[in-house]
């Protein structure tokens, strides 16, 4: 599903051309490692270890730990098949840095949320600390790829997940060519496909069924064209240092719905941990003409409820989206909280 060729052209992969380094489960936190320090630059994890949900365990930190040590890879893990209830999203997967990838059925073509309709099967956030898991969504059910030595239709977030593995390799590809031969870092193309996610669910903003949508591999390499041809600004990779504050200002025209997305490679949590973030990062938008402040997306472990904005002090995403911003000047501020 990551990068077949198109032997047979129903089991066409999504990184056609890409090279693919196939591993078993055993050992894969050692096995990432040397990837990642090695250049590898995604991977897909279609597999869980160990029982409990929604708690951050000690192989949960070390796929942080990984993803810490290795800035340019993006780690993507099933959320599971236990989506009979809240609170499903298996442990072992549970990180922060990285996408979480639950399964919906295929889309052929988008309209609206009502578009989207979940896996049964796909397991649901919360997680214990009412971090927003899933991440993301993409298809995963009867999906037609390679088997051992034949060709196979499977459902389950161990295919939607290649699927979104395979996808964020093309768009690192694509950032890689148009921007002077760089290479994004992972959280960079996470924010990226959360800030372009197709909306899912019955209410605007995330929940804990979808997570922040659909992944949109064309409007994501959209706004990847944007930025290096049109406006070098619209994706910014910054770092901000204890103390500091980030400001910038926006000029908004109101014809179009305002969207500011930051995402930031989290250090990994001690196992056990009831509050996993470390780096606690505010985003906050201020109308200069009118002094009303917008807060981002919050869930606050609302299962059954809209997201509302607010003090998000859980995740190392930050999202505010405005659906009728007024025309004007705003001021956008990146801060923190303690160290």
């Keep these: 599903t990551m990068m077949a060729s198109g032997v047979s052209a129903s089991a066409r992969g999504m990184a056609t051309g890409a090279t693919l380094h196939s591993y ?20 897909s994890h279609s597999y869980y270890s160990g029982n409990g949900y929604g708690a951050y365990v000690s192989r949960t930190r070390d796929y ?20 009979s209830g809240w609170d499903t999203i298996n442990s072992s997967n549970a990180i922060k840095n990285g ?11 988008y309209t609206g949320p009502g578009s989207v309709s979940t896996a049964s099967f796909s397991s649901r956030g919360p997680t214990n600390d009412d971090r927003i898991k899933p991440d993301i969504v993409g298809n995963g059910v009867n999906l037609y790829s390679c088997n051992v030595n034949n060709y196979t239709t499977m459902s389950g977030t161990s295919m939607s997940t290649p699927n979104v593995a395979g996808s964020s390799f093309l768009l690192i590809e694509q950032y890689h060519m148009t921007h002077g031969n760089s290479y994004p870092y992972s959280s960079t193309i996470k924010g990226v496909v959360i800030h372009t996610a197709l909306e899912c669910g019955s209410w605007d903003g995330p929940d804990y069924r ?11 390499a959209t706004l990847i ?15 901000l240092s204890n103390g500091q504050t980030y400001d910038r200002a ?27 973030l470390i780096n606690d990062l505010d985003i ?38 405005i659906a009728n911003p007024s025309a004007g000047s705003y001021l956008l501020e990146v801060s923190h909280k303690g160290n």
């Design 24 to 43: 078993n489960w055993n050992n894969d936190e050692s096995e990432m490692s040397a990837a990642g320090s090695a250049g590898a630059k995604v991977s």
């Design 64 to 83: 942080d730990l990984v993803a810490n040590a290795a800035p340019y890879y993006l780690i993507c893990v099933s959320a599971g098949n236990a989506g």
């Design 99 to 109: 996408l979480v990838v639950g399964a919906v059925n295929d889309v052929t073509n």
């Design 284 to 321: 906050r938008l201020t109308n200069v003409g009118t002094g009303a402040v917008t807060f981002p997306w919050v869930l606050f472990g609302n299962t059954n409820s809209p997201a509302a904005h607010g003090d998000n002090t859980s995740d190392n995403v930050e999202q505010i989206y």
């Design 250 to 276: 926006l000029d908004v025209s109101g014809a179009d719905p305002l969207r500011i997305t930051i995402c930031w490679n989290d250090p990994a949590a001690s196992s056990g941990a009831n509050t996993t």
């Design 210 to 220: 979808y997570g922040w949508g659909l992944m949109d591999s064309e409007a994501a």
């Design 225 to 239: 064209d944007y930025d290096a041809s049109v406006d070098q600004d619209a994706i910014t990779e910054a770092f």
